[in-house]
């Protein structure tokens, strides 16, 4: 249905604390043009819509907030990269995978406008908005998208996770129910986080060369399959050379979950800025998929379950 949220006027926190308010504990989201937008990023996104100039060559990492992001971007960089940087000696062994690829939120956040644009072309970027609220430059431009999505269930255990993790002490926890509920409602970050999906896949069905719709569990059954379907779709395929060199499997390896988490650079250091610093190792938790069994009942998972059904019905797209 369309959605009745008014542009934004000049003032924005005014016009922020007009809108519906959402999220759990310490995450607080505003329902912004039919999604719940954390709080803190929504003047960001406003000035992306108004602002941002993407280019024909620009590539975004998408993604719904822990889908496993973490592991796209280092697939992506070290894939656009590899004759730059040879793998002994790459980016991804000293640098977190955030550190490699920003979030164009992030650029606004912290005041990073000019640094963004002074990237050399094709640029690597990140982001976490839903396709519909992109500006025109971004979604009628040639730019190209890779988008991954995760099961609901183990996006939403990664989600609370990471958000207590990263809570202040001053903070109360948040029970995992309550979180939950709010997940179910759609008013976790940027949620509801099947139509966030459901968008980028449809965009991928009506423009597959811009649009790559990748599944975490699928790379995790098949991780050189998918390196090599990400390649090909930036147009920098791999090689015979390269495939018998090994290269994919290396590629895949040194982005691999245990690498990434062995590493010194990702057990030290911090992302974020005002308002929302994370450590880097808590990007590395677990991994794989099924955690929810450890954190929801029976019936909690056929209620999500049910939803992710109803949501996805007749779309084409199964999570
Ligand atoms: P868990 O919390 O279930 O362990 P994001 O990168 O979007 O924030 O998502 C984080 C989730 O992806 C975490 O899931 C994390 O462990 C997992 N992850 C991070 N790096 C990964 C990698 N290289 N391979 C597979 N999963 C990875």
């Given amino acids: 249905e369309e959605d009745q949220t008014p542009r934004p006027p000049q003032d924005c926190s005014d016009f922020i604390s007009t809108l519906p308010k959402g999220g759990w504990g310490p995450i607080r989201t505003r329902k912004y043009q039919g999604f719940w937008v954390p709080e803190i990023f929504l003047p960001s996104v406003m000035a992306i819509q108004k602002n941002f100039k993407a280019r024909p060559d620009d590539l975004f990492v998408v993604s719904y907030p822990k889908s496993g992001t973490t592991w796209l971007k280092a697939l992506t960089f070290a894939t656009m990269t590899r004759t730059q940087y040879p793998l002994a000696h790459h980016p991804l062994l000293s640098f977190n995978p955030h550190d490699c690829v920003l979030y164009v939120e992030q650029y606004f956040h912290e005041g990073l406008i000019s640094k963004m644009e002074a990237l050399p072309s094709p640029r690597i970027l990140a982001i976490h908005m839903p396709y519909s609220l992109l500006p025109d430059s971004m979604t009628s431009s040639s730019c190209r998208f890779v988008y991954i999505c995760r099961d609901p269930k183990d996006t939403l255990v990664s989600m609370w996770h990471f958000r207590e993790k990263s809570r202040p002490k001053t903070v109360e926890p948040t029970p995992f129910a309550e979180a939950f509920e709010a997940f179910c409602e759609g008013t976790s970050p940027v949620g509801p ?91 590395f938790r677990k991994g794989g998929g099924g955690d929810w069994k450890n954190h929801m009942s029976p019936e909690m998972a056929r209620r999500l379950d049910a939803i992710t059904q109803h949501k996805l019905f007749e779309s084409g797209l199964t999570l």
């Avoid at 050189?224 to 390269?242: D, H």
Wanted: aromatic fraction near 10%; include cysteine; charged fraction near 30%.
């Fill in 193 to 283: 986080m099947w139509d966030h999906a459901l968008e980028y896949w449809r965009a991928s069905l009506r423009s597959p060369e811009r649009v790559l719709f990748l599944k975490y569990e699928e790379m995790m059954d098949e991780p050189v399959g998918n390196a090599r379907r990400l390649a090909e779709f930036l147009s920098c395929p791999f090689t015979e050379e390269e495939e018998k060199g090994g290269v994919v499997e290396d590629i895949v390896e040194l982005c691999s979950f245990e690498k990434l988490k062995s590493l010194e650079a990702n057990k030290m250091g911090t992302q974020g800025g005002p308002g929302f610093v994370v450590t880097n190792d808590s990007f």
